[in-house]
């Protein structure tokens, strides 16, 4: 009983009037045709694709799960081949791909939009089509001109697709400590052998042919995380003409059996002398790595909003309908047994929870991916150096922050529907089980906590960190002025001074204490996050504002959002700051036989 429909005009509200895309897009060669009609043409069909396709499998795949037969080969849910090949058939793998390779050589930005709609749609489903394009990605900036051209044009069309094997049962975050080996062999190519666990996508029927990107180490690897390579392992070996030939020695040893995300194959995948190629420089894997880590990582952000919007929607519609009580102030509607939900308070407020996360999350992942557009395209190197050195700084917010929030906003939803939220029927609870991974895969937040903190603000000494508050500053000037925009400048001005004094603080004892990052690094990450949303916010309320007379509601909904978000979601950093500040001496001070 879910459903969903994309929010095109949010989307189009935030590319077109909060970031005026087409104007950043106008100053980069490769996309200055693109108006805003084909723009729109674009996130209409992509919301169509997934609300009509995607979507009605989603509870399917959720039942049914992958199936792994005894050679090793797995089955996915019922019609999710048959919906892949219409995402293949529609070009979409190729939408902001390379022309040299078959590519649409469209914005990230709108790849972006099309993963939103198609994460709200069916999490499970996506992750084919999005791992295969975070290995596009690695092998066009690291790859040979041999893998470029073997590989490139098939992940490109979406014949193929790609997985990244990172983990083994001893090592997740720690990378340093993995095992799998790679013997070079006589012809140049490598001999893979090592067991890798919880490879998502790493077996399935969807396509002809899996390119499995591994990390391993050569024989005379340095230990440590110096040690470790980046190789190309297909799931069948390539003829020289370009056609498959024999199988590879790499099987899907087992499907893990999930909390969620049960759509997808969850895999322990095994080498045993797998053929494979290098990719980039021997014992710099992880250098090349990093462009998928990262692609990941800003996936993941975008699987939480998909689940957000999609939450939301939900919870919203059920609130409108759901008698139950009276409203405090009196009967609403006398003529029924009792008042909708949406009357009360709570419930107003677990719903704008929902809603400000959602219209956060999407001014938030599409700027980054609009800066992304800017960061390689760009004719000027100053402007690429610049905004590069914005989205290192705000990669590990948009997975963190959007995650946690998500979880958060999917458990609102639950309890907006109360005993019915806990009833696969309805679909909710099915959010909550799909957005917890969120919080732990392509490192934990915890991981990216300590990622902004440690290396993107105190490892340059705040540099990055200072690029985004004179932004903020920039627009704090210019709209100080403006009496009706009092409300949102001010918590702004508050809270950006505050992180600043913040980030100092933990800077001095840090340079004590190392464990003081540790201790402070998650509370700062969410406090930073919530000031990015802040900025967002003020910007989207300007806009609100300056249409007020329009007497369009859409706007009237943005304002109150916004308001929302300032009197009652921006305060939690109040609580943060506190807990930052409260430094590492209670968390070390216990020793570890005592818990």
Known sequence: MPQYNPPLRDIQFVIHELLEANKTLAALPNYQDIDKETINQIIEEAGKFASEVAFPLNQIGDKEGCTRNEDGSVITPKGFKEAYQQYVDGGWPSLSCDPQYGGQGLPQLLNTVLYETLNSANQSWTMYPGLSHGAYECLHAHGTDEQKKVYLEKLVSGHWTGTMCLTEPQCGTDLGILKTKADPLADGTYSITGTKIFIS?????????????????????????????????????????????????????????????????????????????????????????????????????????????????????????????????????????????????????????????????????????????????????????????????????????????????????????????????????????????????????????????????????????????????????????????????????????????????????????????GAAAVPYLRTVGHLVYAYLFARMAKIALNNKASGDSFYEAKLATARFYFEKLLPETAMLIRQARAGSKSLMAMPADLF
């Open 201 to 517: 996508s790493g077996e399935h029927d969807l396509a002809e042919n899996i390119v499995h990107l591994v990390l391993a180490r050569l024989p005379d690897a340095p230990k440590g995380t110096k040690g470790i390579s980046l190789f190309a392992v297909p799931k069948y070996l390539i003829n020289s003409d370009g056609t498959l030939g024999a199988r590879n020695q790499v099987t899907c040893g087992s499907l893990e059996h999930k909390m969620g995300i049960h759509g997808n194959a969850t895999c322990v995948m095994n080498f045993d002398g797998a053929i494979g190629t290098l990719v980039g420089e021997p014992h710099k894997g992880l250098n090349a790595m990093f462009v998928m880590m990262n692609a990941a990582r800003l996936g993941v952000g975008m699987q939480s909003l998909g689940l957000t919007e999609v939450a939301y929607q939900n919870s919203a519609a059920y609130a409108k309908e759901r008698l139950q009580m009276r409203s405090l102030t009196g009967a609403k509607e006398p003529e029924k047994a009792a008042d909708p939900i949406i009357v009360h308070p709570d419930v107003r407020r677990m719903l704008l929870t929902q809603r400000a996360y959602a219209e956060g999350a999407r001014a938030f992942a599409y700027w980054v991916a609009l800066m992304i557009d800017t960061e390689l395209n760009h004719p000027n190197e100053d402007v690429r150096k610049d905004t590069a050195d914005m989205v290192t700084l705000l990669t590990p917010i948009v997975k963190a922050f959007l995650t946690d929030n998500a979880f958060a906003a999917t458990n609102e939803g639950m309890q907006v529907f109360g005993g019915h939220g806990y009833i696969a029927e309805w679909g909710m609870e099915q959010y909550v089980r799909d957005a917890r991974i969120n919080m732990i895969y392509e490192g934990t937040n915890t991981i990216q906590s300590l990622d902004l903190l440690g290396r993107k603000v105190l490892g340059d000494m705040g540099a990055k960190l200072r690029k985004f508050g004179k932004l903020v500053e920039a627009f704090i000037d210019e709209q100080g002025v403006r009496k009706e925009m009092q409300e949102f400048i001010d918590p702004l001005a508050d809270i950006a001074t505050k992180v600043e004094k913040l980030t100092k603080e933990i800077g001095m004892k840090a340079m004590m204490n190392h464990e003081e990052v």
